[in-house]
């Protein structure tokens, strides 16, 4: 089956060590988001890539970066992670065009000790 | 600026009984309107989408929506629930300006199924 596929599941990382989340699609979508989701709370765009042009939020920190390799792979790197990005991190695809729906990973869920 | 409200943040329900999620929004152009499932410890399932034509929309799981353009509302509805209907609830808009459209999501509904 076609689907959008985040590794780690889970991630714990130690306070201000770099680390990377993986998603990737057999989708063969144009458009890959980010998001992050703490508790209780609607997921929060952090970027999207546009086949591979990078569009950042406007409110997301400098500390999280993104690399889209090619079309089926997309990684978010945070680059010092504090005790506030603790959060589950989902991975999202799209067609192109008005009115398409995404498509998510089921995510994962990053630890900071 | 578009914005989505979801006005009841939990919902508790009887099994087999009906059920209705509320969602409006706010926008000041044409809009396409999204609900998504999100189970425990997972991401995000389309559950159904109005793009245009018929204002009742036909989801899976035996879920429907209305769109009503006056009120600018768009209530998700399920006549008999299920325990495995428990998840949280997203209505989403996205404003079709472009050929990419951002999401809006809205806070999310949490519906709990009671035996």
């Known amino acids: 089956d076609a689907m959008v596929i985040q590794n780690p599941r889970y991630q714990v990382t130690q306070f201000g060590k770099p680390v990377t989340l993986s998603c990737s699609q057999t989708?063969?979508?144009?458009?890959m988001y980010w998001y992050q989701q703490k508790s209780s709370q609607a997921p929060k765009l952090l970027f999207h890539?546009?086949?591979?042009?990078?569009?950042n939020e406007a409110d997301t920190p400098d500390n999280f970066q993104s690399r889209r390799p090619n079309t089926s792979f997309c990684f978010l790197d945070i680059r010092s992670p504090g005790l506030g990005d603790a959060a589950m991190y989902l991975c999202?695809?799209?067609?192109?065009?008005?009115?398409?729906?995404?498509?998510f990973g089921d995510g994962t869920r990053l630890s900071i000790l | 600026a578009q914005s989505v409200t979801q006005l009841d943040s939990q919902v508790p329900v009887f099994e087999e009984a009906p059920v209705e999620l509320r969602c409006n929004y706010s926008?000041?152009?044409?809009?396409?309107l999204f609900w998504y499932v999100q189970y425990p410890n997972q991401g995000l399932q389309l559950l159904l989408k109005?793009?245009?034509?018929?204002?009742l929309v036909k989801g899976i799981n035996g879920f429907e929506a209305e769109f009503n353009k006056s009120q600018t509302s768009f209530h998700l509805r399920k006549p008999s629930v299920h325990i495995s209907d428990t998840a949280e609830y997203f209505c989403?808009?996205?404003?079709?300006?472009?050929?990419?459209?951002?999401?809006?999501f809205g806070p999310g509904t949490s519906l709990s199924v009671i035996p």
């Open positions: 999202a695809t799209s067609r192109r065009g008005k009115g398409q729906p995404q498509h």
């Open positions: 989708l063969n979508h144009n458009v």
């Open positions: 890539y546009y086949d591979k042009d990078f569009n």
């Open positions: 926008s000041s152009v044409s809009v396409y």
């Open positions: 109005y793009l245009s034509g018929s204002t």
């Open positions: 989403a808009v996205t404003v079709g300006k472009t050929s990419y459209d951002k999401v809006i």
